[in-house]
């Protein structure tokens, strides 16, 4: 990993470590965090198998102790680069119900903080998808299938040129 990777996802790491500790700390003052995410919730609880809607959370309290946990998971993650690009995809998941349930066009919204979510969502999302240069393992599996493809072609090839040969050799002493 680069010094500038490192520090770079770092850096967008600490606001959600930071934020997700006040919360997790003081969860009724942070409520707020919680708010679009209960707005998705209902809909989220509806797509879910029966056994698993209740641990779906109906309270702003602990919607905001799941959202901050889940940041500060996922920040560590990032930060560390363990789990980087999962840690990076827990962050967005927590940051998109705030993206989706705003809308942008009503008087009441905070441009700002919109604008903060998104650029921040853009950033998480851009190092979920990061591979530090490396492919991918879809293309590795593409190459991978390529490289059989090719073995198999010269195999057959070859076992063809060893029959001929054969049945060449058997003809002559026949």
Not at 57 to 80: E, F, H, I, N, Y
Request: glycine share 8%; hydrophobic share 45%; net charge positive.
């Amino acid at each position: 990993m680069s010094l500038l990777r490192f520090v770079a996802r770092s850096m967008l790491a600490s606001y959600f470590v930071v934020n997700g500790v006040q919360a997790l700390i003081k969860p009724a003052d942070h409520t707020e965090l919680a708010e679009p995410a209960l707005e998705l919730a209902p809909r989220l609880r509806d797509a879910l198998p029966e056994g698993v809607r209740s641990y779906i959370p109906t309270d702003a309290v602990s919607m905001t102790r799941c959202l901050a946990a889940a940041q500060v998971a996922g920040g560590l993650g990032l930060a560390t680069g363990i789990g980087r690009r999962c840690g990076a995809a827990v962050l967005a998941t927590t940051i998109l119900p705030s993206v989706v349930v705003a809308k942008p066009w009503r008087q009441s919204v905070d441009k700002a903080q919109l604008g903060t979510d998104v650029a921040l969502l853009g950033g998480v999302l851009l190092a979920a998808v990061d591979t530090e240069g490396k492919p991918g393992l879809a293309w590795r599996v593409r190459q991978q299938r390529k490289l059989a493809a090719e073995q198999k072609a010269n195999l057959e090839r070859t076992a063809k040129e060893a029959a001929g040969k054969v049945r060449r050799a058997l003809e002559v002493h026949s």
